[in-house]
């Protein structure tokens, strides 16, 4: 394991260190390799396991939530992605970051 057992840091210790490992995740997934993309996700769940471990209460916001999520509104006007709503459920197609149904490969095919 890399790092400090996540059961010997104390709560502000604990904090710190998900703190700095979520800034770290897009860069991670991004440029690591494949090793240092497991040791990262390794750390991660070990951190993210003690938080819920001694935090079994915590606030979840309800927006949060799968039927919260629901609830909120579909952007109102002309926001890329924004989709007609039917019912409480957004009538929506995943739009990802280089458009619909796009993958992203480069091969301008979608």
Known sequence: MTGVDPDRLDDQQLMKELET???TRHDTLLYGSNDALRAHND???QLEGEYLRRNPGRFVA??????GARER????EG?????PVTGTVAARTPVGKWGPGSTGGGSGAT
């Open 21 to 23: 490992i979520h800034r």
């Open 43 to 45: 750390r991660m769940a």
């Open 62 to 67: 309800p927006g949060r939530t799968r039927d």
């Open 73 to 76: 509104p579909v952007a109102a």
């Open 79 to 83: 926001g890329r992605g924004a989709r």
